[in-house]
């Protein structure tokens, strides 16, 4: 099992796709866990990076320390990575609450991001927060996945659920997670919490890197508003909206091809 240890931590990770290609950094999302499948490795990242990718502090298989966690340490615990890793500047990719982490990051260690590509994110502050998802915490499980789908595409509309209650029933089963331990659970709690406290809107203009924004039309997690806002503090950034919600990643097939050809382009001009 792949473990970087690291001073504060050991920290599960995994690389793979295209040896061939640029290391490429890919932060996960909200609960993110390398267990669960499809994930990262399996889009068309794999085909052309050398992804790398980890369960974050508290998550999956990386350490759980007691304690309450903080944006800067989940910023710091990927510098530590690449440390380990022995990589010194690569390309960043943070999605959803990665994007999140991709903002401190840059920000505390900018001089180890190449380019850096925030999808379906939010700066807090001034710039709008992403939905506060630990308030669905205490629903119910069913509960907490209708509502957690209706905010994260806001095509879930009750017509559409109404006109569509096969699709609408499958989509609620495919979120209902089966719970992980008390530790686990405990480590996901303080990720809600640490993303609670996130607030980068007024530190943004010191990002001088490439960075390229990526949103859903359709997402209320992160509204499009939410996106314009990075887009107006981020000097030089640029903005690609695709069809889809929170996850038009894997909604529009236009995105990963769009994200790839940016990432490529910005490796070759570096």
Known sequence: MPVAKTPDLDIYYERGG??????????SGSGGDLR???????????????LISYDQRGLGRT????????????????????DCLGL?????????FGGMVGQEFALRHGDRVQALVLACTSSGGEGGASF?????????????AEQHLKIADLMHTGEWIRDNPQAWEKRVALSLRQPGSAEEQAGAAKQLEARR???????LPQLNMPVLLAGGERDGIAPVANMQALQARINGSELALFAGGHMFLIQDKSAYPYIIQWLTDKSKTA
Not at 20 to 26: E, Q
Not at 88 to 96: A, C, D, E, F, H
């Open 63 to 82: 350490a759980k320390p007691a304690g309450d966690y903080s944006m800067a340490q989940y910023a710091d615990d990927a510098a530590a990575l690449l």
């Open 132 to 144: 506060p998802l630990h308030q669905l915490q205490d629903l119910a499980p069913h509960e907490r």
């Open 88 to 96: 010194q500047r690569v390309p960043v990719i943070g999605v959803s």
């Open 18 to 27: 295209n040896a061939d290609g640029p290391a490429v950094l890919f932060i």
């Open 36 to 50: 669960n499948k499809p994930n990262q490795f399996d889009s068309p990242l794999a085909d052309h990076f050398d």
């Open 197 to 203: 406290h996130h607030d980068t809107y007024a530190r």
